[in-house]
């Protein structure tokens, strides 16, 4: 036993199956999608960028509250190796902080981009009511924004969960409301 090992155990299984049957039950979201969630129906969306510093998220719902893994691909070689990372995102959140993919935008980011653009369509459609379809991540971005909420709650307190409808109310100083 050296240093790096100590403490660590230890458990292997093997099963026989083709190695690119296994690759593309690990690489490919439609395969993805059979098997990456405990709960029976709880898998929401699989996404996969599949390339050395791509990004992979797993959305789920266990128990009524969300959970996304989510992690960068380190290494990609068909169909032997695949190394990449892993966190939960809402242990990230619930810990103060946003993470944010090695290429792309934080949660923080992309919402910061929606209030701006909701800010643009308030300008240019004075008076107009605005309706904005979008993913339950930035709905709870701007509920929060709108309830003032610190940024790393927002999920928590505003997910909207899937098909809920959230209406927000600006007014004419431009302060949001949540309703």
């Known amino acids: 036993m050296s240093v790096e090992t100590a403490g660590v155990v230890r ?5 026989r199956a083709d190695r690119q049957r296994v ?3 690990w690489t490919r979201p439609e ?8 709960v029976p129906g709880g898998l929401k969306g699989v996404t996969c960028d599949l390339r050395v510093g791509g990004a992979f998220e797993i959305r789920m719902v266990i128990d009524g509250a969300p959970h996304t893994a989510f992690g960068t691909y380190r290494e990609v070689e068909e169909p032997g190796r695949l190394v990449y990372t ?3 995102r809402e242990a990230q ?3 103060g902080k946003d993470p944010r993919p090695s290429e792309g935008e934080s949660l923080q ?16 459609y004075p008076g ?9 991540d930035i709905c709870a971005g701007l509920a ?5 909420t610190p940024f790393p709650q927002r999920y928590k307190r505003h997910g909207p969960g899937l098909g809920a409808v959230i209406e927000i109310q600006i007014g004419p100083q431009g302060k949001w409301e949540l309703k």
């Open 23 to 25: 690759w593309d039950a």
């Open 109 to 124: 980011d992309a919402t910061d981009r929606a209030v701006k653009g909701v800010e643009a369509l308030l300008q240019k």
């Open 11 to 15: 458990i292997g299984r093997v099963i």
């Open 31 to 38: 395969q993805m999608m059979r098997w990456s969630c405990p």
């Open 93 to 95: 959140w619930n810990a």
């Open 86 to 88: 892993w966190d939960w």
């Open 144 to 148: 929060g924004h709108a309830a003032v």
């Open 128 to 136: 107009k009511n605005i309706v904005i379809v979008t993913h339950s």
